[in-house]
């Protein structure tokens, strides 16, 4: 069983000469292109998509301590 609601809506009177021309124009009623229109409207607002999380690693630790400048020489140059 199909239920309706009425219900008052406050349109601007220029939108609503256009939906009273497209009504005729399409030999529809005003509520039911409302209705499309709503329609329409809210299945476009679909969620946003889940972004899954970035992937991790554990790269091991420390090859050098920074604070240590003979290590960083060390490391970088072979000395």
């Known amino acids: 069983m199909v239920f309706h609601m009425k219900t008052t809506l406050v349109i601007d009177d220029r939108v609503m000469a256009?939906?009273?021309e497209e009504a005729a124009r399409q030999g529809k009623t005003i509520s039911e292109l409302v209705e499309a229109a709503l329609r329409l409207m809210l299945q476009a607002q679909k969620p946003k998509p889940v972004i899954p999380p970035l992937p991790s690693f554990?790269?091991?630790g420390y090859?050098?301590?920074?604070?240590?400048?003979?290590?960083?020489y060390q490391a970088m140059e072979g000395r």
């Open 63 to 72: 090859l050098v301590d920074i604070a240590d400048r003979d290590a960083l």
């Open 58 to 60: 554990h790269g091991g």
């Open 18 to 20: 256009r939906l009273r």
